[in-house]
Structure formats: structure tokens, C-alpha cells
């Protein structure tokens, strides 16, 4: 197992994916980590519709007027949903499933790209969440967050370089207005 700051590092945003389906195996394994994340109360709220379907992808991509159209490429897309009548904090409960998601795409040497859903439009105006609610058959009552584009990665990216780290984000004791830090 790879040390966790050395695949923190290693993560980004993968948006361009080889022509090759994930195996069942491969998707089940990665799938077991949102199922670990921990939720408010452990009320669990979230589900994971995996979407493989080129049709359906293809329509994913246009969920959005823009920053959505790659996520027709990839292999799958896991778009993450949360039962709001179980949670008022369901965001937080669905975005950590998303980022433990992501953390274990990446240990499989796999690339992801988060997509946005949750107050976003579609190129006409509709919510992005309503236009994938009637794509995919999800009630109501579920709020969509976003998607998770996942595949073989086809590019490359430069880990993230530790000078690039925001040390001016902390603050001790009391918060400190940026300009005071310098
Ligand atoms: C809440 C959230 C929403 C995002 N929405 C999108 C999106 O809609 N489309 C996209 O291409 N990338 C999206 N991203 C990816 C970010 O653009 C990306 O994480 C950021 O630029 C940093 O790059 P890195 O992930 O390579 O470190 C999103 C990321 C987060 C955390």
C-alpha cells in the first residue's frame, strides 16, 4: 500500500482517458472506498449510480454549458446522490464519498475528474441537477452533487509541488487577514 501523502500528492484532475473499459472487479474495488467514508451520525445517506452506457454518458457530457463534455469518454461515471430527508448536511456527507472515491482512483493508478451538478445549469438554463435526475430515474428526494469521470489516464500531470502550498491559509489562535500575514 503506497504511502498517503505520496498519492495526495500524486492526485489531479484527469480529463482525457484511454479507450478501455474498467473490469467489474477493478470498478468494485474502487467503489468499497466512498462506501467507507464517514457520514454525519452514520446515517449513510449517499447512492453511486454508475453509468457505463455510451448513450447515457454521452448525455452526461452535456449536463452542463460547459466543463462536462469529457465526462462522455470516460469509461464510467459514478454520479453521487444523497437522501436529503435523511441529512441536512448530506453535501458534506456526499462530497467526502466523492474525494475518498477520488483517493482510491488514484491508488489503482486510474485518473478521475470531479464534475459539479449541485447549482449548475445546463447550456438552456435547467438545473444540471434536474436534467440528470430525469436522465437517470432518481427521485426527488435526492439531491445530485456531481459525477466522477473515471478511466485510464491519457495524459499526464505534475504532481503537486510542495512551494505551491498556502502556509498563509493557517492561522494561529486567531484569524489574521491576508494582509497582515505578509
Ligand atoms: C467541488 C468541485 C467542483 C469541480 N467541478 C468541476 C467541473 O465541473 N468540471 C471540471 O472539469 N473540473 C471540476 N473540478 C476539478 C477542479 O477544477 C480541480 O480539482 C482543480 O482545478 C484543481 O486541479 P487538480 O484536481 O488537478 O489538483 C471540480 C472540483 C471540485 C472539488
Given at each position: 500500500?503506497?504511502?498517503?501523502?505520496?498519492?495526495?500528492?500524486?492526485?489531479?484532475?484527469?480529463?482525457?482517458?484511454?479507450?478501455?473499459?474498467?473490469?467489474?472487479?477493478?470498478?468494485?474495488?474502487?467503489?468499497?472506498?466512498?462506501?467507507?467514508?464517514?457520514?454525519?451520525?452514520?446515517?449513510?445517506?449517499?447512492?453511486?449510480?454508475?453509468?457505463?452506457?455510451?448513450?447515457?454518458?454521452?448525455?452526461?457530457?452535456?449536463?452542463?454549458?460547459?466543463?462536462?463534455?469529457?465526462?462522455?469518454?470516460?469509461?464510467?461515471?459514478?454520479?453521487?446522490?444523497?437522501?436529503?430527508?435523511?441529512?441536512?448536511?448530506?453535501?458534506?456527507?456526499?462530497?467526502?464519498?466523492?474525494?475518498?472515491?477520488?483517493?482510491?482512483?488514484?491508488?489503482?493508478?486510474?485518473?478521475?475528474?470531479?464534475?459539479?451538478?449541485?447549482?449548475?445549469?445546463?447550456?438552456?438554463?435547467?438545473?444540471?441537477?434536474?436534467?440528470?435526475?430525469?436522465?437517470?430515474?432518481?427521485?426527488?428526494?435526492?439531491?445530485?452533487?456531481?459525477?466522477?469521470?473515471?478511466?485510464?489516464?491519457?495524459?499526464?500531470?505534475?504532481?503537486?509541488?510542495?512551494?505551491?502550498?498556502q502556509w498563509n491559509k493557517l492561522h494561529?489562535?486567531?484569524?489574521t487577514p491576508a494582509a497582515e500575514q505578509a
Amino acid at each position: 500500500m503506497e504511502n498517503l501523502s505520496d498519492l495526495l500528492h500524486r492526485r489531479r484532475s484527469i480529463r482525457k482517458y484511454q479507450d478501455s473499459a474498467l473490469t467489474d472487479e477493478e470498478i468494485k474495488q474502487l467503489m468499497a472506498a466512498p462506501l467507507m467514508a464517514p457520514s454525519s451520525k452514520r446515517c449513510t445517506p449517499w447512492e453511486f449510480v454508475l453509468v457505463r452506457d455510451e448513450v447515457k454518458r454521452e448525455a452526461l457530457g452535456a449536463c452542463r454549458a460547459a466543463n462536462s463534455a469529457f465526462v462522455a469518454k470516460a469509461p464510467l461515471v459514478v454520479v453521487i446522490i444523497a437522501d436529503t430527508e435523511k441529512t441536512d448536511v448530506w453535501v458534506e456527507d456526499a462530497s467526502i464519498a466523492a474525494s475518498y472515491l477520488q483517493l482510491q482512483v488514484e491508488e489503482a493508478g486510474l485518473g478521475s475528474c470531479w464534475v459539479q451538478l449541485r447549482n449548475r445549469q445546463t447550456a438552456t438554463g435547467q438545473s444540471s441537477e434536474d436534467y440528470v435526475r430525469e436522465l437517470l430515474g432518481i427521485p426527488a428526494k435526492y439531491g445530485v452533487l456531481c459525477m466522477v469521470a473515471i478511466g485510464r489516464k491519457a495524459e499526464e500531470k505534475k504532481p503537486f509541488d510542495d512551494e505551491r502550498l498556502q502556509w498563509n491559509k493557517l492561522h494561529c489562535d486567531t484569524f489574521t487577514p491576508a494582509a497582515e500575514q505578509a
